[in-house]
């Protein structure tokens, strides 16, 4: 039976960095997928970069802040190997809010010159130094750049546990095989959780989408009710919700003419914009909303995930910090804020 030196269970964008970025460093990885690669929550996403807002914790600023600085790279790595076009943008977000709010700290930009489509906005606007980047082509050229660089990819295959033998990690058991290796790093999102013998309190949080076909826009567009990303090809992608509601994807029709209707207050235009779907994903929640990153209990097994919200973000680096972690170099960051640790019963 082949062995591996690394197993990484969970083929999204997480996992497929971190794979890339442990065999440039000459490790045979397996990725293991319980699904198609990429099509849970790195599929759902917005792409939004978003580092310089309010909403990213504050222990968690400096990681954002690292990672969105290595993107460009990081996207050139990858459409170098793959061939493709991952549509990152740098035109940045506009953050509206009303006149009345007290949290515009910053000098309101003239909005009308940025987006004419906005010309009759009410809101006062902050422009931010943003990125954003299509995830659904991201994580299609990090799978193909994955291939390339010699990874292994089991799709549909899902883990039911980690093996142990001596104390410390062997392999990891599928429903219908096993794979071996001395080192797993579960990677598996909203589902990392659900693989024994360690219990990690990952929870799915559902949030709807919509998308429509409307060349208006250049920035991301971020309103107090709803936010809006452009995507280089005409389309602007309309969220987002908040939802414990369990490993639920569905959509629900109240709740996404809710959000098209934000939409339009913010923009009247898009009122007559063709809808071209509508969809849900699960991102991977922990209790204290950030992600848990490091070593486990069981020598050999590590995890990467609970990024929230912010998994595209995180994703470079993420696969560079726990790259080094496993390959036991000297790790960038004190990462013990993030150690899965502090989950541990006592």
Not at 197 to 222: D, E, S, T
Not at 234 to 240: E, F, H, K, M, Q
Request: hydrophobic share 40%; charged share 20%.
């Amino acid at each position: 039976m082949k062995k591996w030196d690394v197993i990484i269970i969970g083929g999204g964008i997480i996992g497929l960095s971190l794979a890339i970025e442990l065999r440039k460093r000459g490790a045979q990885v397996l990725v293991v997928e319980r699904g198609e690669p990429g099509r849970e929550a790195s599929h759902a996403a917005a792409g939004m970069i978003a580092d310089c807002g309010d909403e990213t914790p504050a222990i968690l600023q400096p990681l954002a802040t690292a990672s969105a600085r290595m993107y460009p790279e990081f996207v050139e790595e990858l459409q170098d190997a793959s061939g493709m076009n991952v549509d990152l943008r740098g035109q940045g977000t506009l953050l509206l809010t009303s006149p009345e709010s007290r949290s515009l700290t910053r000098n309101p930009v003239p909005l009308k010159e940025l987006e004419p489509a906005l010309s009759n906005c009410q809101y006062l606007a902050v422009y931010l130094k943003e990125r954003s980047v299509d995830p659904r082509a991201l994580v299609s050229a990090a799978l193909k750049a994955a291939k390339h660089r010699g990874v292994d990819i089991s799709s549909g295959a899902r883990i039911r546990e980690v093996l142990e033998s001596d104390g410390r990690v062997t392999g990891v058991a599928s429903d219908k095989t096993s794979y071996s290796a001395p080192i797993v790093v579960n990677c598996a999102g909203a589902w990392a959780g659900q693989i024994p013998p360690l219990h990690f309190p990952a929870r799915p949080v559902k949030g709807q989408m919509l998308a429509v076909v409307a060349r208006l826009l250049q920035h991301v567009i971020r309103a107090p009710e709803v936010y809006l990303v452009p995507r280089s090809d005409g389309r602007v992608l309309i969220g987002s919700t908040l939802e414990d509601a369990g490993y639920d994807k569905r959509t629900d029709p109240n709740t996404i003419q809710r959000m098209h209707k934000a939409a339009i207050k913010v923009i009247p235009a898009l009122e007559g914009a063709r809808i071209l779907g509508d969809w849900a994903g699960l991102r991977p929640g922990t209790p204290d909303d950030l992600p848990m990153l490091g070593a486990t209990s069981i020598p050999g097994y590590f995890v990467a995930t609970g990024h929230y919200r912010d998994g595209i973000m995180l994703a470079p680096i993420t696969a560079r910090l726990m790259a080094q972690v496993i390959t036991g170099e000297k790790c960038d960051w004190d990462l013990s804020a993030f150690s899965p640790s502090r989950f541990a019963k006592h």
